[in-house]
């Protein structure tokens, strides 16, 4: 993942979403321990281990998890509406970014295998053509974090329910820019019980 250092990095704020409810988990899976660590933190270093000009986590009101969590260099937002869905998230987020922001990077909270070279990756991605959309993809399956271009960001204020920005996918024309990515973190997420076992199984090695 070699990049062109002449070319002007654009100004994208990592947007770490960890204010959901756990439904399909029945309890809070960011905080389950992965490597000595709760899941989201590996998401947070990854980010800060990035070239990402900011990090803003999206936390639920009067969190236990904030306590868990090594959160230096990060702005801290809170979702006031977490049960309407991860729409409020995003759009709590959207509305604490920097006013030269040109791109949000919505990172999931639930992708411990996500790293700091993927993030540059995608970076380095949407810079070239900041008005696309920036989406990782693998043998045709696409994955997260996907990268908002900040002429959307009023469109994302309008989202409603709890499916993120996927909505605005759909849009006829969207200019989207799908970026091959050959490591596993952009697709590995923890949505039950049984992909927590999987991970833990597979990728835990007690680092």
């Known amino acids: 993942m070699t990049e062109n250092l002449q070319q002007k990095k654009a100004a994208i704020t990592g947007v770490i979403l960890a204010a959901g409810t756990s439904t399909r988990m029945g309890r809070d899976k960011l905080s389950l321990s992965f490597r000595g660590k709760p899941i989201v933190q590996h998401v947070i270093n990854a980010a800060r281990e990035s070239l990402l000009d900011s990090i803003v986590v999206v936390l639920p009101v009067d969190s236990e998890l904030e306590s868990q969590l090594d959160l230096a260099k990060c702005t801290v937002v809170y979702s006031p509406r977490r049960t ?39 970076i380095w991605s949407f810079s070239q053509e900041p008005h696309n959309w920036v989406i990782p993809m693998q043998e045709g399956m696409r994955g997260n974090p996907i990268t908002i271009p900040q002429q959307w960001f009023e469109k994302v204020l309008e989202l409603e329910g709890d499916t993120g920005a996927r909505p605005l996918l759909a849009t006829p024309r969207l200019p989207i820019r799908l970026v091959k990515i050959n490591e596993i973190g952009p697709f590995v997420d923890v949505d039950t019980e049984e992909q927590y076992e999987l991970l833990l199984k597979r990728y835990d090695t007690g680092l």
Do not use: F, Y
């Open 84 to 122: 309407a869905g991860q729409a409020e998230s995003l759009k709590a987020a959207i509305r604490s970014l920097p006013d030269d922001t040109q791109g949000a990077m919505a990172l999931l909270g639930d992708l411990p295998l996500l790293t700091p070279e993927v993030i540059n990756h995608l």
